[in-house]
Nanobody
């Protein structure tokens, strides 16, 4: 079973930065798509950023220019660099991956979520 373990969340003041990580427990052969989502209290989960195997990257308008999605193939890890954080960025952040793993074949799943709180 593949596990996606997130880390990097926390409490930060407005204007600060955080980098979220999402480490896969198994070796990735190919990423089809990967993405970061967030869910604020009382709101639906929304897409923050996504990347396809072809290198297409999309950002939600609210984070464009402030957040950067990336990956480290050697570490089987996804990242979300978040700069100029604002209180409205407060949410639980989830990674999502659709990938082919050497040992398990294709897997689509979610990380456990990590809390990001931005104080004003």
């Amino acid at each position: 079973q593949v596990q996606l373990v997130e880390s990097g969340g926390g409490l930060v003041q407005a204007g600060g930065s955080l980098r979220l990580s999402c480490a896969a427990s198994e070796r990735i052969l190919r990423i089809n798509t990967m993405g970061w989502y967030r869910q604020a209290p009382g709101k639906q989960r929304e897409l923050v950023a996504s990347m396809t195997t072809g290198g297409n990257i999309n950002y939600a308008g609210a984070v464009e220019g402030r957040f950067t999605i990336s990956r480290d193939n050697a570490k089987n890890t996804l990242y979300l660099q978040m700069n100029s954080l604002q209180p409205e960025d407060t949410a639980v952040y989830y990674c999502n991956i659709d990938a082919v793993f050497f040992a398990f074949g294709r897997y689509i799943g979610w990380g456990q979520g990590t809390q990001v709180t931005v104080s004003s």
